[in-house]
């Protein structure tokens, strides 16, 4: 009965979550296509897109369009963008002829490579990422490419005549590049070295993330959601009772790992939210009326804002934005840290700080983002609070300290 309790307790959480759900259609733009490949993020939260139009900049309120007739963009099919740290636009652009390169934008002024103008005759880029060093490595067809020291790098992570492009990269917490290939796997370049971790015919991977244990989650053509234990070298498949990603033969997945190791997973027309702790999942889903009529379009990429907006890209259907989700990536960060003890709890929880000494109060949020106990703690006991009369699920301790600033710690209640 518990474990029904349980089901239906976050059966009800889901359906309660807050959540809104906005589309941009770009009609007004009057863009050849409203195909988009690739969305970053800016220091200003100004969103810029890749595609194959141009690129473009939403700030907020207003959108913008840089194209070939009003800017020194180099083309209008755009692949990839990135922002590194100075809020420089990086853009991998390419075209059905041997115009391919990079264009990198400061707000003002545009600097071009391609094959004309130096080493890099890269194929399309498809994805770029920045290390902890802020040197670029870039995504394209059999090669890895970095620019460093005034130069341009070549990689060959395969030696086969076989296609195997490169789709995405990621760095890891040892500033490794990690990037994922679509038909050979994944693999790791370090200390000038590639490794290589396929797993028996996985065909197809889709997505790539590393979490703060640098284990590498993938989703296969098979819809197994799996990571790679890097430090066992071992593939790991996550069996979970419902996994609600579709089925089909390589659909895009994309993959973002939030500061407390769950993940959100984008495909179709969903986010999905899983925690590898406790094998949960939950679901959200556009209306269908937000989409073009006709269309099998769904999500091709998405990105997490400063104010826990997630926004997603299409290839027909514009620019959508989920906002008012209430989820454990909505707190402020854990600076000063939170200790928490028994997890799970079912009576009394426990809790210690490090040099956070000016708390006023602690709650107890769950996952609806409802409060369901708070207490001052001049009347309270300090450091525990009894959680016995609480429905079994996952909560979040929250405390507040003088100036409003709110710290929070996820457990579960059995």
């Given at each position: 009965m518990k474990t029904l309790l349980f089901f239906i307790f976050l059966f009800l959480s889901s359906i309660l979550s807050s959540q809104t759900w906005t589309n941009y259609n770009?009609?007004?733009?009057?863009?050849?296509?409203?195909?988009?490949?690739?969305?970053?993020?800016?220091?200003?939260?100004?969103?810029?897109?890749?595609?194959?139009?141009g690129l473009l900049k939403y700030d907020g309120t207003n959108w913008t369009v840089y194209d070939t007739?009003?800017?020194?963009?180099?083309?209008?099919?755009?692949?990839?963008?990135?922002?590194?740290?100075?809020?420089?636009?990086?853009?991998?652009?390419?075209?059905?002829?041997?115009?391919?390169?990079?264009?990198?934008?400061?707000?003002?002024?545009?600097?071009e490579y391609n094959e004309k103008n130096s080493k890099f005759d890269a194929y399309t880029i498809r994805d770029i990422i920045f290390d902890k060093n802020n040197t670029p490595w870039f995504a394209t067809g059999d090669y890895i490419w970095t620019h460093q020291n005034n130069d341009w790098i070549q990689y060959k992570h395969i030696q086969s005549n076989?296609?195997?492009?490169v789709s995405e990269i990621e760095i890891d917490k040892n500033n490794n590049i990690c990037f994922l290939s679509s038909r050979k796997g994944?693999?790791?370049?370090?200390?000038?070295?590639?490794?290589?971790?396929?797993?028996?015919?996985?065909?197809?991977?889709n997505g790539l993330a590393v979490d703060s244990n640098n284990n590498i989650w993938v989703v296969n053509n098979q819809n197994s959601l799996m990571y790679l234990n890097t430090m066992l070298k071992e593939w790991i498949v996550r069996d979970t009772t419902e996994t609600p990603i579709s089925a089909g033969?390589?659909?895009?997945?994309?993959?973002?790992?939030?500061?407390?190791?769950?993940?959100?997973?984008?495909?179709?027309?969903?986010?999905?939210?899983f925690n590898p702790e406790t094998d949960i999942w939950k679901s959200?889903?556009?209306?269908?009326?937000?989409?073009?009529?006709?269309?099998?379009?769904?999500f091709t990429d998405f990105k997490l804002d400063k104010s826990n907006n997630?926004?997603?890209?299409?290839?027909?259907?514009?620019?959508?934005?989920?906002?008012d989700l209430i989820t454990d990536v909505e707190v402020e960060p854990n600076i000063n840290g939170i200790s928490i003890y028994p997890n799970p709890a079912s009576s009394l929880l426990s809790y210690e700080t490090n040099n956070i000494t000016s708390i006023i109060q602690q709650s107890i949020v769950d996952l609806s983002g409802k409060e369901v106990i708070n207490d001052k703690i001049a009347n309270a006991m300090r450091n525990s609070i009894d959680v016995s009369k609480l429905q079994i699920g996952i909560y979040f301790l929250q405390l507040t300290d003088t100036k409003g600033v709110k710290y929070s710690k996820k457990f579960v209640v059995e």
């Open positions: 770009l009609k007004d733009l009057n863009l050849y296509t409203e195909q988009l490949y690739d969305l970053d993020i800016d220091s200003e939260q100004n969103i810029w897109f890749a595609s194959l139009s007739l009003n800017s020194d963009l180099p083309e209008n099919q755009l692949y990839s963008v990135e922002v590194d740290n100075e809020d420089n636009i990086w853009i991998g652009y390419g075209s059905d002829g041997p115009s391919r390169g990079l264009a990198i934008f400061d707000g003002q002024d545009w600097i076989d296609y195997t492009e994944v693999f790791i370049y370090s200390d000038g070295l590639f490794r290589s971790y396929s797993k028996v015919n996985p065909f197809y991977y033969f390589n659909i895009p997945h994309t993959i973002i790992v939030d500061r407390y190791n769950t993940l959100w997973i984008a495909e179709r027309r969903n986010l999905h939210n959200y889903t556009a209306p269908e009326s937000l989409f073009e009529p006709n269309t099998g379009t769904g997630f926004w997603f890209i299409t290839s027909s259907s514009g620019v959508f934005k989920l906002s």
